[in-house]
């Protein structure tokens, strides 16, 4: 299946330690691009997540964004080192006894390294469980993409037979339009007045035949319908391909044009040129 480069999801997270939502978008992009947006405690998932997203995207304009609250109930809170309280208390009540004088400056005491220590969350965790989200967003998200890249395949398979029957509306009217041809040309030769060599108005003919014969233009654009059906049936990343084939539709319609000598043909090779441009639209949007 191919995927479409075009896409969003969204998803969110709710744990004891907070809540947290994942958005990611994503637009055409010839090569791929990622950019993240986190907050500053989270900077260290960055290459996990740059990583991850690699391993499963090859084109695009990625933009992750993520907004983290931490809940009431796991504020930071203070907590004292009891046994190191009572060792600094009972260290300061014997210099105390000792010297004879002075007070217990608690405000002082509370400075010490160590006493006290907030309940921080464990940023294992919570890392550990954004990336379980990260993960599933990033699920999401391919679906989109697949939902969009199957209905751009659909659209291009009906551009595909609308080729095919635009090419044999030009096979169709091949045959009457080299015989008009001949017989316009053999007109104008009776016109003429003097003995003409018929060998030479034979060889002309035949040449003119050539220039006008678009059977090789016919062949090669049912050979790349054919081809572009294999490619959007093997799916995957597929866009440079596609883009290519798009490329080759495009040389064998200006051909044709250019050999045109009927308005059947002419109205064919503009109907081919509209037809290649919306599948090129559409396939810019190809990953």
Known sequence: MIQSMTAYARIEHKADW????????????????????????????????????????????????LRYDLSDSSSNELTINNELATQLIDTANQLKQQAGQGDLDLVELMKWPGL????????????????????????QFIEARSREGEAIKIMLEMRLVAIEEQVAIVREHMPHVMQWQREKLQNRLDEIQGELDPARIEQEMVLLA????????????????????????????????????????????????????????TAAAVELKVLIEQMREQIQNVE
Do not use: C
């Open 18 to 65: 907070g809540n947290a939502s994942w958005e990611i978008r994503s637009v055409n992009q010839r090569y791929l691009e990622t950019y993240l947006r986190l907050p500053e405690q989270f900077r260290s998932l960055e290459p996990v997540l740059r990583d991850r997203l690699r391993k499963r995207l090859n084109r695009g304009k990625v933009e992750v964004n």
């Open 116 to 139: 006290l220590a907030t309940n921080e969350q464990d940023m294992d965790i919570v890392g550990k469980d954004l990336l379980t989200a990260f993960d599933s967003a990033v699920d």
């Open 210 to 265: 050539q220039k006008q014969d678009v059977a090789e233009e016919m062949d090669r654009l049912d050979a790349h319908v054919a081809e572009t059906r294999r490619i959007l049936k093997k799916g995957g990343a597929q866009g440079r391909r596609l883009d290519f084939m798009m490329q080759e539709f495009n040389r064998e319609s200006n051909t044709l044009a250019s050999k045109s000598i009927s308005s059947e043909v």
